[in-house]
């Protein structure tokens, strides 16, 4: 208020308090721009149409109290002056919420503590707003920061559920293959092993070695990818175990953990009745193969003899010894 004029409201039906008021605002060169009320119905009605920056008022008016006044102006400060032996009523004045008061004395020497009253009551107006302010923004913030906190718990709950129901539909798919599948981590323990795969091995191995526990060998397998399968390559080779004695294509890709480690997931699909059709079928090419060949011969040679000694129809068989 350093800058422009405070406008004081004075509600005071007094007269000679209002001329002493006067006297003291003038006479003091104060930064004031006032207005007097003398009762409770003249105070609310210049409430409605001119505001001010603090409000000054006697407790006893001659239509009522400054408590029906109150909640007139309850957001401005309020300083409420009283009458000796009334210190009661200011108390509870300061309990409705009256940033200050004043005991009125006959001297009117109340009047020069006055501008430092109405400064601190300012002040204590103007903190109590700047904290108002703080709290609102505060919980501004909180309402915001728990809305984010809670939509961040509402994702990752779909997320975990996302992730619960892809692990699940993984774990059923590896489950339901007819194929041998095992993952094992990159020191070749077995983390995994489907139903297949146990009933392959005869048991379940997860988290023994693998080499030993699959193919009952007492070091790395000849023909393992672990090296390049931790390099994030899918590699694919075929083997005879031998455990078993039989063919498996195995088929190796890398699992990435959250943590950066990486596993295997190997494929066994065997191979050894196809490999026993493919060799039947091959033998089975070449015999048709001979056969074609031997029976064009035949048709050959039938033809040189009816050329030579006319048969119409001869065979290999029919020709005399």
């Known amino acids: 208020m350093k800058n422009s004029k405070i406008r004081i409201l004075l509600v ?42 603090i409000i000054i008022s006697d407790y006893s008016l001659g239509d009522g109290t400054f408590f029906e006044l109150f909640d007139q102006f309850k957001e ?58 703080y709290h ?14 809670q939509a961040e718990i509402v994702e990752r709950k779909r997320a975990e ?11 059923a798919m590896m489950e339901a293959m007819k194929e041998s599948v095992f993952i094992c981590s990159p ?13 392959r091995t005869g048991r379940d191995a997860t988290g023994e070695i693998c080499f ?19 390099a994030n390559e899918h590699v694919e080779t075929d083997i005879v175990s031998p455990k078993d004695n039989r063919s498996y294509h ?6 990435m953990h959250r943590d950066g480690a990486v596993s295997k997931m190997t494929i066994l699909r065997d191979t050894t009745d196809l490999i026993k059709l493919e060799g039947q079928l091959r033998h089975a090419q070449k015999m048709e193969a001979i056969g074609s060949l031997a029976g064009g011969i035949a048709h050959d040679f039938n033809n040189v003899l009816f050329a030579i000694i006319g048969y119409t129809e001869l065979s290999i068989d029919s020709v005399p010894e």
Not at 35 to 48: P, R, Y
Not at 187 to 199: A, G
């Open 12 to 53: 005071e039906d007094d007269k000679v308090d209002q001329m002493a008021f006067e006297r003291f605002a003038g006479s003091g060169n104060l930064p004031y721009d006032y207005t007097i009320a003398g009762s409770v119905a003249e105070a609310k009605k210049i409430l409605k149409s001119i505001s001010f920056d």
């Open 76 to 133: 401005l400060p309020v300083i409420v002056t009283t009458g000796t032996g009334n210190e009661e009523v200011a108390v509870e004045a300061m309990k409705l919420g009256a940033c200050d008061y004043l005991i009125k004395d006959p001297e009117g020497n109340y009047l020069k503590t006055l501008p430092s009253t109405v400064e601190l009551a300012l002040k204590r107006k103007q903190n109590e707003k700047e904290l108002q302010n």
């Open 136 to 149: 609102e923004r505060l919980e501004s913030m909180v309402k915001e920061r728990t809305a984010s906190l």
């Open 161 to 171: 559920e996302a992730l619960k129901e892809s692990e699940e539909k993984y774990r």
């Open 187 to 199: 020191d070749y323990r077995i983390e995994y092993m489907n139903p297949t795969m146990i009933k």
């Open 212 to 230: 030993k526990a699959l193919h009952d060998l007492d070091k790395k397998c000849p023909w393992c990818m672990n090296d390049k399968a931790q």
């Open 250 to 255: 195995v088929s190796q890709t890398p699992i």
